[in-house]
């Protein structure tokens, strides 16, 4: 079975500052690894996704992410956080190949960027 | 449209009554998914459609939840007997089926449900 555990549900930054959300998973398989994004009162969004081809995914709004298999480890990096990036970040695996495809996701972590 | 769209964005209900929430997906779209966020968590799974069928419906959590998709667009989730605890955001999100388990899934902006 898969699963994801996102470390921290509230991350407060500061505008300019690093922006670290973590994202640790478990699979039986070789995982595909998602970021998904949900501003306020809209869809979630796709920010970014590995697929087992570079280890560091480069996503849009200057996000990326970095695989790293002996840490099961998928973390969010944005260098300089702007106002525009509070928002809810969730990390998702996807399901078993062969079977069903569903993702399945983390609880979410809420990003507030103070000015 | 060009998106995924659910209606009803809002739905008030009694414990006990009956409700039918609907998404309609990205034209073209063969797999839909519904999910259950409720407060606090991320997206919980629901059941996945490829084209008419349940694929994969796994994640209902009991009988009184049951969804359809008789023309391959357009599905219902229907909920039986409403209960407090169902009282969350319904979401369903649809996507082609080129790339298999690396494919995005695009996201309706949900219905809120509440049960009093």
């Known amino acids: 079975a898969q699963s994801v555990t996102q470390l921290g549900s509230h991350v407060s930054v500061s505008e300019g500052a690093l922006v670290l959300l973590r994202c640790n998973y478990s699979?039986?398989?070789?995982?595909?690894l998602f970021w998904y994004v949900q501003y306020p009162n809209q869809g979630l969004q796709l920010l970014l996704k590995y697929t087992s081809a570079a280890t560091l995914v480069k996503g849009i709004n200057g996000f990326e992410a970095e695989f790293k298999k002996s840490e099961t480890s998928f973390h969010l990096t944005k260098p300089s956080a702007h106002m525009s990036d509070a928002a809810e970040y969730f990390c998702?695996?996807?399901?078993?190949?062969?079977?069903?495809?569903?993702?399945?996701f983390g609880k979410g972590t809420k990003l507030t960027v103070n000015p | 449209g060009a998106g995924v769209s659910q209606t009803p964005s809002n739905k008030v209900t009694e414990k006990g009554k009956y409700v039918e929430l609907r998404c309609d997906p990205i034209s073209g779209h063969t797999a839909l998914y519904w999910y259950r966020q409720s407060l606090g968590q991320g997206p919980e799974f629901l059941i996945y459609?490829?084209?008419?069928?349940?694929?994969?419906d796994s994640g209902l959590p009991n009988d009184r939840f049951f969804a359809v998709r008789p023309e391959g667009s357009v599905s219902t989730l229907k909920i039986q007997r409403t209960e407090r605890g169902d009282s969350a955001v319904y979401l369903c999100a649809s996507s082609s089926l080129a790339g298999g388990r690396s494919r995005e899934l695009f996201f309706g902006e949900g219905s809120r449900l509440t049960v009093l």
């Open positions: 699979s039986s398989v070789p995982p595909y």
């Open positions: 998702a695996v996807s399901g078993s190949q062969g079977g069903s495809e569903k993702l399945v």
């Open positions: 459609f490829q084209g008419t069928g349940a694929a994969d």
